[in-house]
């Protein structure tokens, strides 16, 4: 089932379809609509919902949220096995100095790389959306900070929220040579994260954990760290700014992505309040990732 509405209006209708549907996601339509962006909302059945109790769900939520009632369509969509077409087209990925490839590659990795091995799996994270590409490249520069470097080196721990596959604790890992924490909300991504950890023999400083956002215990054991990284979505970076933000320690660096370009503002606005700076912004293809520090 798909519709389309204002950017702002995408929570009521995700909400009004969440407990009927096996996933719901949304997505951008049109960036440069005015008075805001155009997005898409979907949701995605095992079999065709009945058109009426869908109409009437988008109808309530329009109701009680006094907006207009958008049109919507119920398509079929054909069997396919996603993650063997993913993994037959997953060439190797270099963003800095680390390189990101499956078993099906062969070749040894180039030289003077961080390698990472991945597969295509259930969980996200592999390197070719904007928001972890921009991740890694945000790492690979920071590899050269001294003042970074000299804090992990002391003991300052690093962690990756919403861990996703594990693509960014596993960089840290191999950059760095220090533990790091791994955690997301979801059972199948640390599931997924933790066989990447053997796959890439990290498991000695590579720890992955099932928490609730900042509330895992892991974290709350292991804090504060000297690098955080969190390529999770705008709205939910905003409400975790003050938790974040101490959790670093003074000096510490956080690498923030999974939010579009004009969103960075609001963003950037919240973690700004808490005292941090920002040290470098990457920009690819509407996705922006922000480097802040304390």
């Not at 295509?120 to 003042?147: D, I």
Request: glycine share 8%; net charge positive; proline share 5%.
């Amino acid at each position: 089932m798909r519709l389309e509405c204002p950017y702002s209006q995408c929570e009521a209708f995700e909400t009004a379809l969440a407990d009927i549907a096996v996933a719901v996601s949304s997505y951008e339509v049109e960036e440069h609509a005015r008075p805001e962006a155009i997005w898409g909302v979907e949701g995605l059945f095992t079999s065709e919902p009945a058109r009426g109790d869908v109409s009437a769900r988008i109808a309530l939520a329009a109701q009680a949220q006094n907006l207009p009632e958008p049109q919507f369509r119920i398509e079929h969509v054909p069997a396919r096995d996603w993650l063997k077409d993913s993994y037959e087209s997953f060439a190797p990925l270099r963003a800095g100095r680390f390189y990101i490839y499956g078993d099906h590659i062969t070749d040894p990795p180039p030289p003077s790389v961080h390698p990472v091995r991945l597969n295509a799996a259930t969980a996200f994270g592999s390197g070719e959306h904007e928001s972890t590409y921009g991740c890694l490249l945000a790492l690979s520069g920071l590899r050269k900070s001294s003042g970074l470097n000299r804090a992990i080196a002391a003991g300052g721990g690093m962690l990756d929220l919403g861990c996703g596959s594990g693509i960014l604790a596993l960089g840290m890992a191999k950059a760095w040579r220090r533990t790091v924490l791994a955690t997301d909300i979801d059972p199948e991504a640390v599931r997924v994260a933790s066989l990447n950890v053997i796959r890439n023999q990290q498991h000695a400083l590579v720890r992955t954990a099932l928490g609730d956002g900042l509330n895992a215990r892991a974290i709350r054991r292991r804090g504060p760290f000297a690098l955080v990284t969190a390529n999770i979505l705008a709205r939910p970076l905003c409400r975790m700014s003050r938790a974040l933000t101490a959790l670093l320690r003074p000096g510490g660096v956080l690498v923030m992505a999974g939010l579009l370009q004009w969103q960075e503002a609001m963003v950037l606005g919240a973690y700004r309040r808490q005292g941090l700076k920002l040290m470098r912004r990457i920009v690819l293809n509407g996705w922006s990732t922000l480097v802040l520090k304390r």
